[in-house]
């Protein structure tokens, strides 16, 4: 029957009968099965054509996010290899020992103050350079310790110097806490004149630079200020009471060293 060969098919804002009237909503009309496929086929080329520009679009986003990551791994993998042979340039250029080991002296970068010296070999200085941790070797346990794995008092490393014969390094580097298991700020507390001449009253031999010396002579003449006020002060403490006089003796020091 061409009954059978009919289907129905609701679309949108169709008039019934052919006629130009212009419904609201989808009418309901009866259509060939040729018509009917038709519809189909481009309902859906319409359905998939975004999606398939949407689709190859994200595609070709993705392969270009793919590459440049690619090529951004790459001169990065680049570089680490440059690193890693400048590493190994530098690690054959120190004189180990016969036990493959150098020593390895931790500095304060801040104060000058050495805090600790131990031992290194080839791979506890590989494993500071990466890591900015002072590493050691300890020759008793024959295996690699990282200053404040246990405590958490690590010495972050800014650099690292070797001296003229490259056989002993210094780790320079900001600590997180004391060095000395002993609560101390640095394994150096141990005074060799104390312990021949007697020790000084308030005298503290904490190994320093000339500098750190100096800032603690300035706040002593400052402690002492109020402390004797009858007698006669010290050339320091004269500069530290008259700021005027501190101020133009600054200026002169500042010529002079200037034009040293």
Not at 76 to 96: F, I, M
Not at 153 to 159: E, K, R, S, T, Y
Not at 201 to 206: E, K, S
């Amino acid at each position: 029957m061409e009954a059978a060969a009919l289907a129905r098919l609701s679309l949108p804002g169709v008039g019934v009968g052919g006629g130009g009237g212009g419904g609201g909503g989808g009418v309901a009309f009866p259509v060939s099965r040729g018509r009917l496929l038709a519809v189909k086929e481009k309902k859906k080329q319409q359905l998939h054509a975004p999606i398939s520009a949407s689709t190859s679009a994200s595609a070709s986003a993705s392969a270009s996010a793919s590459a440049s990551a690619s090529a951004s791994a790459s001169a990065g993998n680049e570089e680490a290899l440059r690193y890693d042979s400048k590493v190994e340039t530098l690690l054959d250029s120190v004189k180990w020992d016969n036990k493959g080991l150098v020593v390895a002296i931790a500095q304060n970068v801040d104060t000058g103050a050495i805090l600790m010296q131990g031992f290194a070999n080839r791979e506890a200085l590989a494993t500071t350079i990466l890591s900015r941790k002072a590493t050691f070797f300890s020759r008793s346990r024959s295996s690699l310790w990282t200053k404040g794995e246990t405590s958490k008092n690590f010495i972050n490393v800014l650099d690292i110097f070797l001296d003229c014969d490259r056989d002993s390094i210094i780790y320079l580097g900001k600590p997180d806490g004391p060095t000395c298991h002993t609560g101390a700020e640095t394994c150096y507390y141990s005074s060799v004149h104390d312990q021949l001449e007697g020790p000084k009253p308030n005298q503290d031999w904490l190994a320093a630079t000339t500098l750190q010396s100096l800032e603690a002579t300035i706040s002593r003449r400052k402690e002492e200020i109020e402390e004797a006020q009858n007698r006669k002060p010290s050339w320091t403490k004269k500069l530290l009471l008259d700021k005027e006089l501190l101020c133009s003796k600054r200026g002169g020091w500042r010529t002079r060293s200037d034009t040293a």
